[in-house]
């Protein structure tokens, strides 16, 4: 029945009260094998959880299983993740000829 597919939710993240905390979330979910489950989750703080029901970072990706977490770039060659310190450049990551080679600055 459509009751079991996909959906998308919102809940309250403490007691809410008439003149204070009204914090609240945004939740996405699908069906597999006939189970609804929490797939990603934007906290209050505007935090993005992946796998992740409590993000407490800007972007969480949490994956239990022994499959790796992909990052996908259509381009054969580049930085595929530059990881920056406020406006500071402090590593990247890059794929030339099928090696990922990390760098750092100092």
Known sequence: SY?????IGIGKEDTWNLDGNRDSYLAFGTAQNN????RMRIASDGS???????????LSV????ATPVNIRRAASD?????????????????????????????
């Open 62 to 65: 949490k994956d239990e299983s």
């Open 78 to 106: 580049g930085d595929v993740i530059n990881l920056q310190r406020g406006s500071t450049g402090v590593a990247s990551i890059q794929v030339q000829h099928h090696l990922g080679i990390i760098q750092t600055e100092d």
């Open 3 to 7: 009751g079991d597919s996909g959906y």
């Open 48 to 58: 993005v959880g992946i796998g992740e029901t409590n993000p407490t970072t800007k």
């Open 35 to 38: 189970a609804q489950g929490e």
